[in-house]
């Protein structure tokens, strides 16, 4: 019997793992498909679909470079030293992934709308977050600024500190063992990161639409066109959206493996 079990096991696992994996694809496929083309080719012309793409696209960067500058030197002190609040330090960088990001909108409108806690000053010197490209990327950064810090910080945890005692023993000072050996053998970690941090940018809704209406982001687009035109509509801007998310995520992540096999 056991031996029968054993046999099973894994037949078990890849049937199970394909119920998920067809639970993704189904309605991927389904919008894709369900798109009419003579619809995905006038929506391929249309400005407003390509602006709304490209301006995602660079919101969710200009975001992860922020958390890279910001992150990767949290996320190496939250690896390399205990101190008091440690804990409570890795539980405030996780609570934009346990709160709803409608209302992580309403939080970030507090500090950064135009009668803010910080808003308020900033807009005096011209710095505007509500209904700018500013609330978007301050909403996209809010939310998945997790990703990269969690993995930075896994990233810098597996580096053997060894090799950093040895550095040191020679003569480097900390902040040059941290440029030439930490973070060369962290670096494959940190960038996970930072592409999981751009791709849940791009996704991101909830707290952008409540900040930063206008301008329109891609997942705001396909809200707001789901709303005046109905489903018929939609669909070949959501194709194009899930489209080129795909296109540009899977060759992040083939550059991504290939720079690793010649590292």
Do not use: C, Q
């Amino acid at each position: 019997m056991s031996r029968r079990l054993s046999k099973a096991f894994v037949p078990l696992l890849a049937v199970l793992g394909a119920a998920l994996l067809l639970f993704v694809l189904l309605p991927v496929l389904s919008t894709i498909f369900g798109t009419s083309p003579a619809l995905l080719g006038k929506t391929i012309r249309d400005s407003e679909v390509l602006d709304s793409i490209l301006l995602t696209f660079y919101a969710a960067a200009v975001a992860t470079v922020v958390a890279a500058l910001l992150g990767v030197p949290l996320a190496y002190l939250l690896a390399r030293y205990e101190f008091p609040g440690r804990s409570i330090v890795e539980g405030i960088v996780d609570v934009p992934v346990v709160m709803p990001h409608t209302a992580a909108g309403i939080a970030l409108l507090m500090v950064f709308g135009r009668e803010g806690l910080l808003g308020k000053g900033l807009s005096r010197i011209g710095f505007v977050f509500t209904g700018s490209v500013n609330g978007i990327v301050v909403a996209m950064l809010f939310v998945s600024m997790p990703f990269m810090v969690d993995a930075s910080k896994e990233a810098f945890r597996n580096v053997d500190p060894r090799l950093e005692n040895v550095a040191r023993t020679l003569g480097a000072s900390p902040l040059r063992t941290f440029f030439t050996v930490t973070l060369p053998l962290a670096w494959r970690g940190i960038l996970a990161g930072a592409v999981m941090m751009w791709a849940r940018g791009i996704s991101e809704f909830g707290s952008v639409v409540i900040l930063t209406y206008h301008p329109m982001i891609a997942p705001v687009l396909v809200y707001d066109r789901f709303e005046t035109f109905g489903l018929k509509y939609v669909l070949p801007v959501a194709s194009l959206l899930i489209l080129t998310s795909l296109g540009v995520f899977v060759l992040l992540r083939v550059a991504f493996h290939r720079s690793g096999e010649t590292a």
